[in-house]
């Protein structure tokens, strides 16, 4: 029996990445989720040759009705679902907190906070009755530092922090592990309109370097992996060293 993951964000730099990685794994299908159709099309082109069966879904994961659309159309296509990838995220705009709108903090917290709390939300059922799963969140270091001008993104990604924690302790016992990622700086999309002064600094601060979406794959096939069968309820910092000092 084939693997089954589902990838949310699979349209932008690491989830695109993350959804060659495992559909290039062995004996893996793949169910492929973004709010962007375009998006997601692009990552479908740009997946390995020889890779197993792939299913998209358009979806935005602030709308529980939506991510448990991509849920039933993965059961539906394949019968089972081994492993969440709850990955879709928003960088809020730049600006210190007294400058922010509400706006600014609902837009953060409904996709970087509330996509993750559909994602398990939808997908405990199925994997309390396989009485198996694991479920990876894309979290950020900045949910462990203190970014200035960042304060949704990086109250938002604490929270997912905290809800990988409270998860992996209440379905531990159901067979489902539930792990974040906390990736340093990599560019993509979510940086758009930042100068390049602004991610030169950033880079400095990592010493290795700003990363690359592809420096991350490993962490997640590892945590997806029965390898990390004793594994849950950790936030794995990738970091390029960045959160060292
Ligand atoms: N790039 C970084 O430096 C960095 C660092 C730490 C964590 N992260 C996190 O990594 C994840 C992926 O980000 P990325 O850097 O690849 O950015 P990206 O912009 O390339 O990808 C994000 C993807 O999420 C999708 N998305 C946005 N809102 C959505 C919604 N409401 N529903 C469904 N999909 C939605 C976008 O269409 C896009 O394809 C995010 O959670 C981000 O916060 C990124």
């Keep these: ?39 997601l099309a692009a ?22 009705t939506q ?19 709850s990955n879709a995220g928003v960088l809020s705009p730049n600006g210190r907190i007294h400058n922010l709108t509400t706006a600014d903090w609902e837009r ?49 990604k604490a929270a997912v922090i905290q809800l990988a924690k409270v998860a992996a302790v209440e379905y531990a016992r159901d067979g489902i592990r539930v792990n974040c990622v906390c990736p340093g700086t990599f560019v993509s999309a979510i940086h758009e309109g930042l100068p390049q002064a602004a991610i030169d600094a950033i880079g400095a601060k990592h010493p290795l370097g700003l990363g690359s979406a592809s420096e991350l794959v490993g962490a997640y096939s590892y945590l997806a992996s029965d390898a990390a069968g004793w594994t849950t309820g950790t936030a794995m910092v990738v970091d390029g060293g960045y959160s060292a000092p």
């Design 1 to 39: 029996m084939s693997r089954v993951v589902v990838i949310t964000g699979a349209g932008g730099a690491l989830g695109s990445a993350l959804a060659s990685q495992f559909a290039g794994e062995p004996d893996t299908d793949v169910v492929l989720s973004d709010v962007s159709e375009a998006a």
């Design 43 to 64: 990552t479908v082109e740009s997946l390995p040759g020889e890779h197993g069966r792939v299913e998209t879904v358009t979806a935005d994961v602030s709308d529980f």
């Design 67 to 85: 991510v448990e659309a991509v849920v039933a159309r993965a059961v539906e296509r394949f019968g089972r679902i081994d492993v969440l990838i």
């Design 108 to 156: 953060a917290f409904r996709v970087n906070v509330l996509g993750g709390v559909h994602g398990i939300k939808a997908v405990v059922p199925v994997m309390r009755s396989q009485k198996s799963g694991s479920i990876v969140l894309t979290a950020s270091v900045s949910g462990l530092t203190a970014w200035s001008h960042a304060a949704p993104y990086c109250a938002t």
